[in-house]
Structure formats: structure tokens, C-alpha cells
């Protein structure tokens, strides 16, 4: 492969391993065709060892066990052959348990070569390494930057918690807000979504063709088998399915992909509303000299980090979406289909990893015009009919909400307008001062009170 400085020219098929490989680079070791064979490498190998361990087989020296961790990191050589393997084998599994004991044959575990994989079927083993990588990939890469991003989110929350801004219902002006609080809202969710998506870990089997155990039980009865797989399978860290057909069931999968999907939905709506917000000219943006937003018009600044979240969440959400739908069921023990879909998960993945990350860019360029946002709520006086009409109810005015929409609704009022109106009411010198007192920008509540009690 050419490189022009660090970055690779190739023929590739898709952006995620070509122009944006340097932005989602890490998920490779969780979803490239390397780390998934190295994780079914691994899940042999310990199954191995834990026939060992239940005495099914004779006890494995320490030596031999250094050896057996050796295997688990494929070098390029190690890789080369097992797919030469599956050249021939058309099995991917069948591929590394071949491997496997070609490696053995050459030491002293020749005696227990024929055990690999033993009673087991491909299922056993992949379930178990799709869930391996689907558990880190969580955990080290997507959970991270979520974090980062509801840090970054929680910081600007409380620094413009009192950052007065018009709120906007229906897309027309409705009260005064801040822009702290706003951000706030997004915050809170996140952290929620994040807790749920922390305790979420994908699952697998052991069990044998049909779940049944039936090889184990026929050929070792004595051995507790349930004991077996379950102790196995906590032993690989990761959730067990104990009652399967010949697949286990996606449950726990689907449901990391339910929460990953309602994490990207509630990020593609900030993404919506921060755009909104720029294009109202709440907020700035960055300038970054090198860049260049438009070869036609030299002064655009565009958004593209919104924008190209939002195309990413688009993607990633069509993936999610379909993998819930399609993965909650199987033809009887099962089809091969489902094969197929489970080999595009890194596909969703990067897609969220590259559309969180564009939020998290796009949150550190963007800054709001506190000038212009004041300037735009102040602007907007008729947003106080609201706290009007209450007034009015609490004096006890039956008439109060119409009273207050005949003169408000359909008219942007001016301050002095207003003033008139107040002084029309029938309440005291008191309550027509207090009503005068009221501006847009005083009237945003516990706007900063809520910030800092739930953010």
C-alpha cells in the first residue's frame, strides 16, 4: 500500500477504511476479520483449558499453557494460515480448529489435539467471540467518547446556565430560556443513556449443536456440564445464555443495539438543534484558518461537523434498526443469515464512533453570541403574555387568558405597548408595577437552578 505522508492510498470500497480509517482505526481490533479470528482462537483455546480444568481432559503443565497464550496473539504469519485454511475448509471456524491442532501436533499437547472444539459447534465459538469484541469495543472505545462528550456537554451546561436565549415552540418564539439549561436537557439524557449502555454485556453459548449438550453427555456423563459452560462462559466475561437452540439467542445484543440507537437518536437531535441554533445566529462557530467552507463563497463557516453527525446517525441508525428487527428470530435452530448481518456490526459501530466524535468537534468549535441572543429575546416582548395571563389568574381574573389574547396573539409588542396595556388592567399600583418590571431576559424561571441541581 502507498502512503502519501501518513496516509494510506488504496482502492477501498467504503469511507470507514479509507478516508476516515485514522478516525475509527481502534475498532479494528474488535471488528476486522484479525480480531475476530483471534478472538475465536482465544475462546478455543480456553474452552481447552477448561476441559483441563474440569479433568475431561489430562491437566495442562504450566509450560503448556504459556504455549496456549502464545497462540492467542495471531501474528500476520499465524493469520496468513489460518486463512490459507479457510480456503479450503469454506468454514471459518472449522478454519481455526484445524489451525489449532496443526499447532499442537508439533508439541506436547498432540495427546489432546483431537479435544479442540470438542462436542462443540460453530456457534459455541463464535457467539462467544462476537460478544468478547463486542463487550471492549463498548467498553473501551464507544462508552469513552460518550463520556468525553457528556463532560464537554455538563462543562458548557453550567458555564451558560444563565445565558439568557429565546426559546422557540412550534418554531416560533415561546419564552425566555438559557442556553446552559437547554444543553442541560441533552446532558441529563446522556448520562442516562451511557448508565444504561454500561450495564448492557453481550452474551453466548456453550452448549453444543442444538444447545443440548447431547455429545458432552453421552461421551463424559459424570461431568456437570451446565456447571461447565456456566463457570466457561463467566470465566470469558460475558453474559451467559444457558437455554439456546444451536445459536444463542440475540437478546442481549439487540438490546446494546436498542440503546446504542436511542443514543444516537437523542445526539441527532442536538445535532438538529445546535444547527437551528447557528442558523438563527445564536451561535458562532470557529474559524480555523486552514479550512476552507466553500470553493464558490469564501466567507462561509458551515457546520459540517453537525451535518456530517448527522448523516453518520442516519447510517449507523438504519443498521441498528435492522439488526433488531432481523436478529430477533431464526429459523428454527437457526439459518445462516444471521451469519451474514453479524459480520457488518462494525460497520454500525464506526459510523456512531465517527458521528460521536463529530458532535464532541463540533461542541468545541461552536460558541454562543450572548450579545446577539440577548438582543433576539429582548426583541420578542409578546413572549411575557405568559406571565401576564398567570398573573392575572392568580388575582383572580376569569377573563385573564382571553383578556391577554386579544391584545398578544399574532402581534410581536413592543415594550411601550405592553406598558400601555398593563396600565388598561384592573389590579392594583403594586401589581401593575410588578408587571412592568418583567423583560424577556428576566423572565427565564429556574432556568440556572435546574442546571445546577440535575446537571
Not at 89 to 104: C, G, I, S, W
Not at 200 to 205: E, I, N
Not at 318 to 341: A, C, H, N, P, W
Request: overall charge positive.
Amino acid at each position: 500500500m502507498s502512503t502519501i505522508g501518513a496516509i494510506p492510498i488504496d482502492l477501498h470500497i467504503t469511507p470507514i477504511d479509507g478516508r476516515n480509517y485514522h478516525k475509527v482505526s481502534t475498532l479494528s481490533d474488535y471488528f476486522s476479520e484479525r480480531a475476530t479470528n483471534t478472538q475465536r482462537v482465544f475462546v478455543e483455546i480456553q474452552y481447552l483449558l477448561w476441559l483441563s480444568h474440569y479433568r475431561v481432559i489430562r491437566t495442562i503443565t504450566k509450560k503448556e499453557r504459556v504455549f496456549l497464550a502464545s497462540l492467542c496473539s495471531l501474528t500476520t504469519k499465524d493469520y496468513v494460515r489460518l486463512r490459507e485454511i479457510e480456503q479450503k475448509t469454506n468454514h471459518d471456524v472449522k478454519a481455526v480448529e484445524v489451525y489449532l491442532q496443526e499447532r499442537l501436533a508439533k508439541t506436547t499437547l498432540r495427546d489432546v489435539a483431537s479435544m479442540v472444539h470438542f462436542g462443540l459447534t460453530s456457534d459455541d465459538i463464535n457467539s462467544c467471540a462476537y460478544a468478547r469484541c463486542i463487550n471492549r469495543a463498548l467498553a473501551e472505545s464507544i462508552i469513552p467518547i460518550l463520556r468525553e462528550t457528556l463532560d464537554e456537554l455538563k462543562k458548557q451546561a453550567r458555564s451558560y446556565k444563565r445565558l439568557v436565549m429565546l426559546a422557540y415552540t412550534h418554531g416560533q418564539p415561546a419564552n425566555g430560556t438559557t442556553y446552559g439549561k437547554e444543553l442541560g436537557v441533552y446532558a441529563r439524557r446522556l448520562e442516562g443513556r451511557i448508565r444504561q449502555l454500561a450495564q448492557q454485556k453481550a452474551a453466548g453459548k456453550c452448549s453444543g449443536n442444538v444447545g443440548n449438550f447431547n455429545a458432552h453427555a453421552v461421551v463424559f456423563p459424570k461431568v456437570d456440564w451446565l456447571r461447565f459452560s456456566e463457570t466457561f462462559l463467566q470465566h470469558l466475561d460475558i453474559a451467559a445464555e444457558p437455554l439456546s437452540t444451536q445459536i444463542a439467542a440475540y437478546d442481549s445484543l439487540t438490546d446494546i443495539f436498542q440503546v446504542m440507537l436511542q443514543t444516537n437518536l437523542l445526539l441527532l437531535g442536538l445535532c438538529k438543534d445546535l444547527w437551528l441554533y447557528a442558523l438563527l445566529g445564536f451561535l458562532t462557530q470557529a474559524r480555523i484558518a486552514s479550512e476552507v467552507g466553500s470553493t464558490a463563497l469564501p466567507h462561509k463557516i458551515n457546520p459540517i461537523y453537525l451535518e456530517g453527525a448527522e448523516g453518520g446517525f442516519e447510517i449507523a441508525n438504519g443498521l441498528l434498526e435492522m439488526y433488531i428487527r432481523k436478529l430477533s428470530y431464526s429459523r428454527l435452530q437457526r439459518d445462516l443469515s444471521d451469519s451474514t448481518v453479524r459480520r457488518s456490526f462494525g460497520t454500525a459501530f464506526a459510523y456512531s464512533l465517527l458521528s460521536y466524535q463529530s458532535v464532541l468537534e463540533s461542541l468545541h468549535r461552536i460558541r454562543p453570541n450572548a450579545e446577539f441572543m440577548e438582543h433576539s429575546l429582548n426583541d420578542h416582548c409578546e413572549i411575557l403574555s405568559e406571565a401576564i395571563q398567570n398573573y392575572l389568574r392568580a388575582k383572580g381574573l376569569g377573563d385573564a387568558y382571553e383578556r391577554t389574547k386579544v391584545f398578544f396573539r399574532g402581534f410581536v409588542r413592543s415594550r411601550k405597548e405592553i406598558g400601555d396595556f398593563i396600565h388598561t388592567l384592573p389590579i392594583g399600583a403594586q401589581d401593575k408595577k410588578t408587571l412592568l418590571a418583567l423583560t424577556p431576559a428576566n423572565y427565564t424561571g429556574l432556568a440556572d437552578r435546574l442546571v445546577d441541581a440535575y446537571v
